[in-house]
């Protein structure tokens, strides 16, 4: 990573102020994808892979917009996010099949009422101004 960045310089795209900040945003982008790619091969152990990408594609936008948890490292926030998922995926083993609409029901209105109510969250590890929150 360090040698992009020392290209990035070199080339003129991105000037030594700016250089701690490119590195962190990459690191940012790699544990994303890291996430990623290890949510797919828990669904795929679990054999659960089209939930696997239904998960992701509810999750990802919450933790973008709401708010929420903050870890203080992207590596703890790495392991809950994992854990997270791992939660959510034994919770599939364990309920009834006939049951998922219900739930799923239940769920979305919680999570709807909770979003409505507390989002976003302002964190010390996450600091907004006033547009965002009314955009919130």
Known sequence: ML???DYLKEEGIVSEEEMPIVLYGMKIVLITVVEFISILLVAIWRENIL???WFLLGFCPLRLYVGGYHSKTPIRCYFMTIAVYMVFSLLLAVIPVEMYRTIELITG?????MV???APIVHENRKINFFEVKRY
């Open 116 to 118: 409505h109510h507390f």
């Open 109 to 113: 209105v919680l999570t709807f009422c």
């Open 3 to 5: 040698r992009m960045i």
């Open 51 to 53: 939930e696997g990408l």
